[in-house]
């Protein structure tokens, strides 16, 4: 059983940054990761999402803000967030591809309010 734990999430201003953090329990190495973002209200999206080569894309919405990165040392998968918008407020969650099934953090909350 894999678990992924998110951190980093909190409450920022317009134009801030954020940086968050998705640490799993086991080997993230031959695995795409991904983050997702669910609004109220709305379907889960996904955010931007990383290969187990090191490829990457994004949602156009967060295109030249939001960079995506893993460490596989330390079993960890990053999302910088830069200049945040009050529209990028939402739970966000990490999710690891896997052929015979995907997994899910538990999400975080960014909030972007003045």
């Known amino acids: 059983q894999v678990q992924l734990v998110e951190s980093g999430g909190g409450l920022v201003q317009p134009g801030g940054s954020l940086r968050l953090s998705c640490a799993a329990s086991?080997?993230?190495?031959?695995?795409?990761m991904g983050w997702y973002r669910q609004a109220p209200g709305k379907q889960r999206e996904l955010v931007a999402r990383?290969?187990?080569?090191?490829?990457?894309n994004y949602a156009d919405s967060v295109k030249g803000r939001f960079t995506i990165s893993r460490d596989n040392a330390k079993n960890t998968v990053y999302l910088q967030m830069n200049s945040l918008k009050p529209e990028d407020t939402a739970v966000y969650y990490c999710?690891?591809?896997?052929?015979?099934?995907?997994?899910w953090g538990q999400g975080t909350q960014v909030t972007v309010s003045s």
């Open positions: 086991g080997n993230i190495r031959p695995y795409a």
């Open positions: 999710k690891q591809d896997r052929v015979t099934r995907d997994y």
């Open positions: 990383i290969t187990g080569t090191g490829s990457t």
